[in-house]
């Protein structure tokens, strides 16, 4: 497992944007997928977007698409989340994960870390 240190959120209001990231502490961060998932109030964990090893590979929830990107930075050992004209609806704490196999990272992830609270206001 990989220890994952995500940072960026807060409180924006509606149409605002924010970037969150995530720092991996391994020497092999390119060998692993990356993803963030997020857990509103009440309901349960979803997948957000993933990235592969290669930065031209990502997948989105049908929800953020158009509005949210993922990136990565193998050089810094972080990914980032860039979150454009949020809705209150966005509104959840967000969790960087990790794994070493591309569909795993979107579905069941090894590794999470401890997330960070997004409040969109309306």
């Known amino acids: 497992q990989v220890q994952l240190v995500e940072s960026g959120g807060g409180l924006v209001q509606a149409g605002g944007s924010l970037r969150l990231s995530c720092t991996a502490s391994?020497?092999?961060?390119?060998?692993?997928?990356m993803g963030w998932f997020r857990q509103a109030p009440g309901k349960e964990r979803e997948f957000v977007a993933a990235?592969?090893?290669?930065?031209?590979?990502?997948d989105y929830a049908d929800s953020v698409k158009g509005r949210f990107t993922i990136s990565r930075d193998n050089a810094k050992n972080t990914v980032y989340l860039q979150m454009n004209s949020l809705k209150p609806e966005d509104t959840a704490v967000y969790y960087c994960?990790?794994?070493?196999?591309?569909?795993?990272?979107?579905?069941?992830?090894?590794?999470w870390g401890q997330g960070t609270q997004v409040t969109v206001s309306s």
């Open positions: 994960v990790a794994d070493k196999v591309y569909r795993q990272v979107a579905d069941i992830p090894d590794s």
């Open positions: 391994t020497r092999t961060f390119s060998n692993y997928a």
């Open positions: 990235i592969g090893w290669s930065v031209y590979v990502t």
